[in-house]
């Protein structure tokens, strides 16, 4: 997953020329609801709802993937394979690791919004 990049620059900068002067907020949207999502992961992990946990994760892969954040979304994607295998054991971890992967995503974006 290492060699996945945090920021698909190519696919945000087609968001960009599409959205134009509503990227800002796109982006904002975008950061504000996987905050969100993030702590929907985390109550379904705490309520044993595997789920619950796949259709959290499945949703914000997508979210992640539409975004130019691909290394995010695979953490999203193992989530959601192991809640619909209703594996939850190694679960706790990779949501810690998408909550990192987030930050530093969250970090990146808006040095590119503040630069473009």
Same mark, same amino acid.
């Given at each position: 997953?290492? &060699?996945? *990049?945090?920021?698909? @620059?190519?696919? #945000? $900068?087609?968001?960009?020329? =599409?959205?134009?002067? &509503?990227?800002? !907020? #796109?982006?904002?949207?975008?950061?504000?609801? +996987?905050?969100?999502?993030? /702590?929907?992961?985390?109550?379904?992990?705490?309520?044993?709802?595997?789920? $619950?946990? $796949? @259709?959290?994760?499945? +949703?914000?892969?997508? +979210?992640?993937?539409?975004?130019? $954040? *691909?290394?995010?979304?695979?953490?999203?994607?193992? !989530?959601?394979?192991?809640?619909? /295998?209703?594996? #939850?054991?190694? =679960? *706790?971890?990779? !949501?810690?690791?998408?909550?990192? &992967?987030?930050?530093? =995503? +969250?970090?990146?974006? &808006?040095?590119? =919004?503040?630069?473009?």
């Amino acid at each position: 997953m290492n &060699e996945t *990049p945090h920021l698909d @620059q190519e696919a #945000l $900068a087609e968001l960009q020329d =599409v959205m134009d002067d &509503e990227f800002g !907020v #796109l982006i904002e949207t975008f950061l504000n609801d +996987s905050r969100e999502r993030i /702590e929907g992961l985390r109550q379904a992990l705490e309520g044993q709802d595997p789920e $619950a946990l $796949a @259709q959290m994760a499945h +949703s914000f892969k997508g +979210s992640c993937i539409n975004m130019g $954040a *691909p290394r995010l979304g695979a953490l999203c994607q193992i !989530v959601e394979k192991a809640g619909k /295998e209703r594996r #939850l054991d190694d =679960v *706790p971890a990779t !949501v810690d690791a998408i909550g990192a &992967e987030f930050r530093e =995503v +969250s970090g990146m974006l &808006e040095i590119f =919004v503040a630069n473009n």
